[in-house]
């Protein structure tokens, strides 16, 4: 088994393996050309949907060609799918406890799906952003054909790059694995669908608890509520434990808070609507760069991504617009972390002894 090599060196953690930057180049490539696309159509607010869109090509990572083109297209038809029930969401002009409803149902759905189709990134993280934020800007007819065709565009774009990728690793089969290796299949669903149920109360916990503190964005508290749940069903590991989610946790509040600082020099200026779209269109580069590297430090790149075309579609104050997000990662946080050590199910807490693999993490 050919181990995976740094590609550069970098401190430890940082090093980038083989494939990383073809798939950095990929991913941005997806987003560039349908986001200057708008631009020059005098429609730089719906760049929200192109980049929901270019989050299909995340996936694949580190597979085979074949094995890209599938798990793209899957990806992309979860990513489709919550643009499709956000925009219904939006042009019904549901109200708030509404949306909390539907995404807490719409992660339970989307976690049993990805889990079935080991989709990396892990999770059902992606889908569950997309159909929060896209049900709290304007319905768009055109928005629904934009993320379409960025997903078909980001498919196509993963068939480049080689056949056949080196450093694989085996990993387990599909599903939450038990802690065994002849595990019985119904007990590797009911981990599933405990883990499953993880996310509806993650997520019913952190949106309620933002609409009761007048939050105006509880989406963001919803999918900061996913966050937590990644590292429990890790394949590298199973069920890591409090330590591993407090991690990756602690990773979300210091990357949010880095971004919180980079949006702030993007929004504060009242740049033009232009320069602020081509900074979305810049960031998601370095964004899928370092995100199975550092996490961390991949957010201080993600988290201005998502504010400004969140504010090129639904323009607002900056500063308020800071504020909640700070409280909606804490909120979320919490209500992630409370529902990863407290709901347990048959999934033992011993490790599975597999090697590593990189994986792209939301």
């Known amino acids: 088994m050919h181990a995976v090599r740094p590609s550069a060196r970098l401190p430890a953690g940082l090093g980038f393996a083989e494939g990383d930057w073809l798939h950095a180049c990929r991913v941005a490539v997806g987003l560039l050309v349908p986001g200057l696309a708008l631009l020059f159509a005098g429609r730089p607010e719906l760049i929200i949907f192109a980049a929901f869109g270019s989050f299909a090509g995340m996936y694949g990572r580190a597979e085979s060609r074949g094995l890209r083109l599938r798990h793209q ?19 019904c002009h549901a109200r708030p406890w509404v949306l909390v409803v539907t ?46 065709g960025t997903v078909l565009f980001c498919v196509l774009i993963g068939l480049t790059g080689p056949k056949r990728v080196l450093g694989r690793s085996a990993i387990s089969p599909p599903g939450v694995t038990c802690g065994q290796e002849d595990c019985e299949r119904g007990r590797r669903r009911s981990c599933a669908v405990v883990h499953a149920a993880r996310y509806v109360a993650a997520i019913s916990a952190a949106g309620f608890c933002g609409l009761l503190l007048g939050v105006e964005h509880a989406n963001w508290a919803m999918a900061s509520a996913a966050v937590p749940l990644a590292a429990v069903d890790a394949r590298n590991r199973l069920h890591p434990g409090v330590r ?22 993007l929004l504060l200026p009242d ?76 999934c033992r807490d011993r490790p599975v002894n597999v090697e590593f693999r990189p994986t792209a993490r939301p």
């Not at 899957?74 to 499709?84: F, H």
């Open 103 to 148: 995404e807490a149902g719409f992660a339970f759905a989307g976690a049993l799906v990805t889990n079935r189709l080991d989709l990396v990134p892990r999770g059902p993280f992606f889908g569950i952003f997309a159909l929060g934020a896209i049900a709290l800007v304007p319905a768009d007819g055109a928005g629904l054909s934009i993320c379409a």
């Open 73 to 91: 297209a899957q990806g992309g038809a979860i990513l489709l799918t919550g643009v499709a029930v956000g925009t219904l969401l939006s042009a």
């Open 244 to 265: 591993s989610v407090l991690h990756r946790s602690a990773h979300r509040v210091l990357g949010t808070f880095a971004g919180l600082g980079v949006t702030a020099l």
């Open 271 to 346: 740049f033009s609507e232009t320069l602020l779209a081509l900074s979305v269109i810049a960031l998601l580069f370095p964004t899928e760069l370092f995100m199975s590297r550092h996490y961390g430090l991949a957010l201080g790149f993600f988290t201005p991504l998502i504010m400004v075309m969140t504010e090129l579609a639904t323009p607002a104050e900056p500063v308020p617009l800071l504020t909640d997000r700070v409280l909606d990662t804490l909120i979320g946080l919490v209500a992630g972390i409370a529902a990863a050590v407290l709901v347990r199910g048959p």
